[in-house]
Nanobody, 120 residues
Framework: VQLQASGGGLVQPGGSLRLSCAAS????????MGWYRQTPGKQRELVAV???????SYVDSVKGRFTISRDNAKNTVYLQMNSLKPEDTAVYYC???????????????WGQGTQVTVSS
């Protein structure tokens, strides 16, 4: 299973970016898909995740600004980031909780990370 993230970059404060992440490989079901972020010297933190059924969870600091969505048919997750702030600067990692067969346990998979920099 591979997760390929894209869409990071440099944006001014108040701007917007959209991250995308596509999962590929031997996948039976992706139970949870979403995004984490990490800055130097800090632990990786959950930004937003969404279940197959559509339930979402966001870190408080992005509520009302970020929106997560999934295309289950394409095994793809998106993160629309609006009203970006300098404190959103981080490496963003795509995450998937994946079952590779109907009987397999759920395992965690991570994408390669994409840099988001919010600066004037």
């Amino acid at each position: 299973v591979q997760l390929q993230a894209s869409g990071g970059g440099l944006v001014q404060p108040g701007g917007s970016l959209r991250l995308s992440c596509a999962a590929s490989g031997s996948i039976f079901r992706i139970n949870v898909m979403g995004w984490y972020r990490q800055t130097p010297g800090k632990q990786r933190e959950l930004v937003a995740v969404q279940t197959t059924g559509g339930s979402t969870s966001y870190v408080d600091s992005v509520k009302g600004r970020f929106t997560i969505s999934r295309d289950n048919a394409k095994n793809t997750v998106y993160l629309q980031m609006n009203s970006l702030k300098p404190e959103d600067t981080a490496v963003y990692y795509c995450y998937g909780a994946v079952s590779v067969t109907v009987a397999a346990r759920v395992s965690d998979y991570w994408g390669q990370g994409t840099q988001v920099t919010v600066s004037s």
